[in-house]
């Protein structure tokens, strides 16, 4: 892919090898990290930073590796300093952060390159900015990528990149700008990581695990929650191509937090989807996954009212109780372990519908069930929410992108 584009006035293109500091003649990028042994790490010690390490513009700290002081002293020139940018050479070649002002001694291991810039003309975040997200950089690392299974990258070819680069208060200016962009969606994903674990920790404290059932609550097999004019049933075995107009039909892809994602729905024909009418969707259905990844849930809505799903998921047509109760009862760690147990085969693993019908379901009192289910929907409504506001800020922050990296901010 050829990205090209002439730059700002005042800004010049250069080598990330221009970029870097000069030591005795010699151009700080790289070597490779140390390929240490498996015995040669210990339980404390210096720290080794991998690739697992190594997030765009960001250096997570798993803190899984350390080598000996001793060892430290023979491998010191794999170590990192403040400032300095990493490089992954192997896997999702090119991401890359900075090194925090920080972060304890610490050494790499192979598999990234590290590069020591000249902090006097160049700002080490513009850069990791710049070979993380902008597409005239990102172009030229998948151009130079190789390997036939996993793509490599060397020292050399790293030296080869050319940089777009603005003076360097514009530099810190750009960057600020990112940083702010960026920061906001991280909250934003925070939030909503804590609204997709609250709606569980509500259920648990009001009814605790349905396995355990300390509050002893009535339990019945999940037969006797379903419809019997509409028994448990899987879906169409071959749904055909993506239809332009038909019949909507529900993928365990598309059932997301509880819920159907209705963005990528797809579409059979209605010959298709008749001879499956067993399976056909009313909103407050709940749909659970029996092949592949057991233990999906998903309550139906009205939207998908008549629609269909593929054989690799259950619907359970829930009479006589909540469907989000029972959702949230099934994706409790409790009855998610007791899914494992009952899941069986080895190239295709799944549960059967037999199975299915006999699973334990602990039945507070309806009025509860409709309390917590109040409150879930809550939740779920806040998500979505939130959910848009997110993807409005993922528009704004690939905006920002697009004009920061020809100078347009």
Request: glycine share 8%; aromatic share 6%.
């Amino acid at each position: 892919m050829k990205v090209s584009y002439e730059v700002p006035v005042g800004w010049r293109f250069l080598t990330l090898e221009e970029l870097a500091t000069q030591e005795k003649g010699a151009i700080r990028i790289g070597p490779f990290g140390s390929a240490l042994k498996k015995h040669e790490y210990s339980d404390t010690g210096i720290r080794v930073l991998g690739i697992e390490d190594v997030f765009p513009n960001r250096l997570v700290s798993t803190k899984r590796k350390f080598i000996p002081e001793e060892k430290f002293r023979v491998l010191s020139q794999y170590a990192v300093r403040p400032g300095d940018i990493l490089v992954t050479n192997m896997g999702t070649v090119g991401r890359t952060c900075v090194v925090p002002n920080d972060l304890e001694t610490s050494i790499i291991s192979s598999h990234l390159i590290k590069v020591s810039l000249n902090q006097q003309f160049v700002f080490p975040a513009y850069v990791s900015w710049m070979l993380n997200f902008c597409p005239l950089v990102v172009a030229q690392i998948e151009a130079e990528s190789h390997g036939a299974i996993m793509a490599g990258f060397n020292s050399a070819l790293l030296k080869k990149l050319r940089i777009p680069l603005p003076p360097l208060a514009e530099q810190r200016r750009i960057t600020a700008i990112l940083d702010q962009a960026d920061a906001l969606r991280a909250q934003r994903r925070a939030a909503l990581a804590q609204l997709d674990t609250l709606t569980q920790a509500i259920f648990l404290d009001m009814f605790g695990d349905p396995i355990r059932n300390p509050k002893g609550f009535p339990v019945r097999p999940m037969i006797e929650l379903v419809d019997p004019e509409r028994p448990i049933s899987y879906g169409i075995l071959m749904p055909g191509p993506d239809q332009a107009e038909g019949v909507k039909y529900v993928r365990v892809v598309d059932m997301k937090g509880g819920g159907v994602e209705l963005s990528a729905i797809r579409k059979t024909t209605g010959a298709i989807s008749d001879a499956f009418h067993r399976s056909l969707l009313r909103p407050g259905d709940l749909l659970m996954s029996i092949r592949g990844h057991v233990g999906r849930v998903a309550v139906v809505p009205a939207a998908l009212d008549g629609a269909n799903i593929t054989q690799d998921t259950a619907r359970l047509a829930i009479q006589g109780a909540s469907s989000v109760f029972v959702r949230e009862s099934l994706r409790t760690q409790g009855l998610q372990r007791w899914m494992e147990k009952h899941t069986k085969g080895v190239a295709v693993r799944g549960i059967n519908l037999g199975d299915l019908k006999q699973m334990p379901v602990m039945l507070p009192q309806i009025r509860y069930q409709e309390t917590f289910a109040c409150r879930a929907v809550a939740i779920e409504n806040l998500r979505t929410i939130q959910r848009a506001s997110l993807a409005k800020l993922d528009e704004l922050f690939a905006a920002l992108q697009h004009r920061a990296f020809r100078g347009e901010l």
